[in-house]
């Protein structure tokens, strides 16, 4: 039985078993991103990539027959049970605010081939077999190595003191994360350890095991972001810039310049809907970015208000406008959204 996915279900809280499994692969629609808000899950926008439809649904049909959650079709539950066995999940995540920084499951690969790739020249080997990588990681490794080798005296050296450097950092976090870090890494004739191997040696749950090797890729990633050397010329092409999708960045710039919805879409060829939509994005993960007093005027806001009363803004309905239901749901999903961490922030 898989408890790892407990730590996503709530007490008297029926959540959405689809927006669980769609923000931890990864699916970033407006409504996995709007729902992932209300549940204060963003945080873990994909932190289970590689997860399967099969694989989620036969462990919350387990958690259900133990009794740990009530399950129907479309939503979970804790049960008292399972907020227990909730709380007994004692690893707390220290990276999870990078969670847009990276695809940890693409940094891992980069990460650990390039430090292989390193340990051999520190031996002076050219013949060892390099980890399975996608072949884009494995040629990006390749011409990273060239560049790096060729411009540094030392190499071994200068990516010894960035790791002990990163070691430092995460060890300040939790020890375990340095641990982990050393204990994944393959050296010269030294096997990382299986996820099992590294459950027995950190004393963890197994639960909270994929916990922490996610938290300790986006401690990699965060370090890499901001200190010079050469995980950060390893790394760094496989950094965000900031949470918003790219297309998304590019409306909100023709936005900020004053242009109206219809422009943009027409300028970007795209539909007006999916302008919309890039707005929404912008309102759920960088909401400061965006001039409210615009989008929705205090006499629009005030009419809402009066629509859709109540502060529990999941229990609202949206109510179609026959004239124009597309502009209609932007600007009730906008309100929802603003009321949304107004709540959050008065709590």
Known sequence: MNNYFLRFFAYQQPRRIRVVENLLTSR??????FWGQQ??????LGAARGLT?????AALTALADAGLIKLDEQTAELTSAGVAA???????????DWYWLANTNQLTQRFTLGMQVVAELAYHNSRYAPVNVSYRHLMAV??????????????VKAVYDDLKQLGTGLASADPRLAA???????GHHLPALTTDQLTTTLKLAPADTPVLIHDLHLGIAAYSSHTNGPLHDLLEPLLASGPLSRSAENTLRYYQSGQPLELIARRRHLKLSTIREHLLEVA???PDRLNWNQLLPAEKEAALARQYPGDNVADWHFQADAQDEGAAFFEYRLFQIKRGWENNDQN
């Open 142 to 155: 390749k011409q990273w190595f060239r560049y790096e080798h060729a411009r540094r005296d030392n190499l």
């Open 180 to 186: 982990a870090m050393t204990l994944t890494m393959v």
């Open 39 to 44: 549940y204060h899950l963003l945080p873990w």
């Open 28 to 33: 970033r629609t407006v409504a996995n991103l």
């Open 284 to 286: 759920i993960l960088c």
């Open 53 to 57: 439809r099969a694989d989620y649904d």
């Open 86 to 96: 909730q709380e007994a999940l004692l690893y707390q995540p220290t990276f999870l």
